[in-house]
């Protein structure tokens, strides 16, 4: 590709001029450079499956590891990879043209889960954790036939608390979503690469970048009303304490397994 069309600069090239955008810019840089290197995500060399959903952390990741490629940061090549679901009214040609415009490699696989999902839960329930289990399970088998290593995935800060409340208030465990973990089979790794960045970093960075974004409720069905709870939780604890949300998630990164109670976690003996 000749050097005036590299994805990197048609990705730039309209992009906000200011001061406080370059600012936001460089501080998503640097935190996802920092959890590359925190988490050891280098280390899973070739091919990264990056998905791309149509929504702004799954742009905005995309953008940032384009940008870490070419500054010479990021080693790994990247395939971009949207799976059409079958949703109602799913604008089949918005990332198609978009990545096209880029001249980013990627691959659109459809694949009818809504039918599936639509079946199987119940009237009135959400579709989303059914929906997601499958969509995993197709990106698993997109990266094996595509020769890559990792699946990476757009979870954010924010996704990382929820999931860690939701855990421990519905599950009845300590767990979250980790930056970085090994498939079951053993053979892929999963990625979260935007797991030291706030949600609302991410959504100013894709209104100043202006990501032809693809709503996230084509289906019908909007993210389980538990999640719900948990984001408005930390959004009420952050308003009334500013500081909290950091103070959790630093929480997570200095665990004190002696202070805690599972016999298989320490030995108390």
Known sequence: MDQATTPIQNLFADMPKSVEFGKLRKRLLRQVET??????????????????????????LLAIL?????RGVLKQDILACNL?????????EILPNYLESLGVAHRIEYRDTYSVVTDKVPEGNTYCALCSRLRRGHLYRIAREEGCSAVVLGHHRDDVLE??????????????????????E?????????SLCEEQDLQKFADGMLFPIIPCDLCGSQDGLQRQMMKQMLADMERKSPGRKDRMFAALQNVNASHLLDPKLFDFS
């Not at 855990?167 to 079951?184: C, E, S």
Request: a neutral charge; glycine letters at 12%.
């Open 35 to 60: 959890a590359l290197n925190t988490y050891h995500m280098h280390e899973v060399s070739g091919r990264w499956l990056v998905a791309l959903s149509g929504g702004k952390d799954s742009y905005g």
């Open 66 to 70: 384009l940008e870490l490629q070419a």
């Open 84 to 92: 059409d679901q079958g949703q109602p009214n799913f604008p089949k």
């Open 163 to 184: 999931t860690f409340l939701l855990n421990m208030f519905f599950g009845g465990k300590m767990a979250t979503m980790p930056p970085k973990l090994i498939n079951d």
């Open 186 to 194: 053993g053979d892929l790794a999963v990625l979260r690469p935007l």
